[in-house]
């Protein structure tokens, strides 16, 4: 994985390069911005986790879902970021979006340093996106029934915080969080984590918790709020993912 991103980031130096060759002119520079654009986007964006966004100043904006084309322009953040060339990075969007609630919503964006785990190892850690429910304990094992380990992984984990990563051995893991110093859940993952898979041709491989070298993150969500449209049930999901060197 390392050894990808090393050839990423000389990607992005060798685009900056060729478009400097144009000397000032615009449409010569963007016909040769073109060897970027088909990995990169056009915009520098890329929409496959298999190639990264170009490093600079990047205008983040979150709009309201819906199938109705007014309502899905509504723009409810703008961020403007710059992203360092070799860098990873995590954007947030949580909390509750109507007048008076709490947390109320907001946006972050957290750097990136995922860990390269032992030999035969994945490395996880939670994040807490969970808005009202507080505090929880989180647990992460093999049972397949209730809570997935007999005691928690993390203990007392604040909304809008990540753990820190903890290693263990590849397995069909499950996770289930619960109120801090409790052991009724409140949020569970009723199956398995990704497995992960290997690198195949030019593909990358798949970080998951069979997957030694892997370092994942789970992120839990709460229910939905009464009236609003996603499924009220509420459960930890995969997040964000890094495959291993």
Request: hydrophobic residues 45%; aromatic residues 6%.
């Amino acid at each position: 994985m390392k050894k990808l991103l090393t050839i990423c980031a000389i990607t992005v130096s060798l685009c900056a390069a060729q478009a400097a060759l144009a000397d000032g002119n615009a449409a010569a520079g963007k016909q040769k911005a073109t060897v970027c654009a088909a990995c990169h986007g056009a915009n520098g964006i890329s929409t496959s986790d298999q190639f990264p966004i170009l490093a600079g100043q990047h205008t983040i904006r979150v709009f309201l879902s819906d199938s109705d084309i007014t309502i899905a322009q509504v723009v409810v953040n703008e961020t403007t970021v710059n992203l360092e060339q070799g860098k990873y990075y995590t954007f947030i969007h949580s909390g509750f979006m109507r007048p008076g609630q709490t947390p109320a919503v907001a946006a972050a964006i957290v750097e990136d340093d995922p860990p390269t785990p032992a030999a035969g190892k994945v490395a996880i850690r939670v994040l807490n996106l969970a808005a009202g429910l507080g505090a929880v304990d989180v647990f992460l094992g093999t049972t397949t029934t209730d809570l997935p380990s007999a005691a928690p992984s993390w203990t007392n984990v604040p909304f809008g915080t990540f753990t820190s990563y903890a290693e263990v051995d590849t397995a069909a893991y499950r996770v289930a969080a619960t109120a801090t110093g409790t052991a009724t859940p409140l949020v569970v993952a009723n199956t398995a984590a990704p497995k992960g898979a290997s690198a195949v041709g030019t593909s990358m491989a798949i970080a998951g918790v069979e997957m030694a070298g892997s370092a994942r993150t789970v992120v839990v969500f709460p229910p939905s709020v009464a009236g609003t449209r996603p499924p009220a049930a509420a459960g930890p999901s995969r997040g964000a993912a890094r495959a291993g060197a």
